[in-house]
């Protein structure tokens, strides 16, 4: 059973489009995350929720939208997209915010916008 | 100077060697340290954590922090080509992932 599920694991669009990438937990968790990993391979904290609450929104373009319809869903639409958002987008969860509850990862989504 | 600086690699090893992963640091306030291990076209997995200066091992991995001199290691004994992947540094200054500033990865390759 996989842990932490995102779809698409692939995505080529179009500059302009919104698209949408959905990522499920079935741990039991009570925090997800949005990561952004670039061509750099820096990884960064886009979003976190807890207990379906936003807790972290890091300086992102508010064209990003998480929304988290229950604790084991946490989905990332994103509107107008630009070629700067090609990257791998990450969704991970954990028991709790803090460090001392370890994340687990999804096998992330590599969005390329032409 | 970026907040955290890591070799990209790749660093290519013979299986059985030591190997000797780091991480240098410009934020004297990080206390709270991690190694991923993240292989080809997955999500990172998290190794060790460690809080404030120290060493602490686990199996074939240990995870020393220098805080004196803003210095991270990670030392894998007996390497497995198993071991091939992109290990990523991460730490913070506060207890949350709020404020978790990831290392760009080094990229390790194991040779049988």
């Known amino acids: 059973d996989t842990a932490v599920s995102q779809t698409p694991k692939y995505l080529v669009t179009q500059m302009g489009n919104d698209k949408s990438i959905k990522c499920e937990q079935n741990?039991?968790?009570?925090?997800m995350y949005w990561y952004k990993q670039d061509s750099k391979k820096f990884l960064k904290i886009m979003f976190s929720?807890?207990?379906?609450?936003?807790?972290i929104n890091e300086t992102v373009p508010n064209r990003f939208s998480p929304k988290s319809p229950d604790k084991a869903h946490l989905n990332l639409h994103i509107n107008s997209l630009e070629l700067g958002d090609s990257a791998v987008y990450f969704c991970?969860?954990?028991?709790?915010?803090?460090?001392?509850?370890?994340?687990?990862f999804g096998p992330g989504t590599r969005l390329l916008v032409l | 100077q970026k907040e955290v600086e890591q070799d990209p690699g790749p660093l290519s090893v013979p299986e059985g060697a030591i190997v000797s992963l780091n991480c240098t640091y410009s934020?004297?306030?990080?206390?709270?340290f991690m190694w991923y291990r993240q292989y080809s076209r997955k999500g990172p997995e998290l190794l060790m954590y460690?809080?404030?200066?120290g060493n602490k091992e686990d199996g074939r991995f240990t995870a020393q922090v220098d805080k004196s001199s803003k210095y991270i290691s990670l030392f894998i004994r007996d390497s497995q080509p198993s071991d091939s992947a992109t290990y990523l540094c991460?730490?913070?200054?506060?207890?949350?992932?709020?404020?978790?500033?990831f290392g760009k990865g080094t990229m390790l390759l194991v040779s049988p």
């Open positions: 991970a969860s954990s028991l709790g915010p803090t460090l001392q509850e370890t994340q687990y």
């Open positions: 741990l039991g968790h009570d925090t």
């Open positions: 929720y807890n207990n379906k609450e936003l807790i």
């Open positions: 934020n004297s306030a990080f206390q709270y």
């Open positions: 460690t809080y404030s200066s």
């Open positions: 991460a730490m913070s200054a506060k207890p949350g992932y709020s404020t978790l500033t």
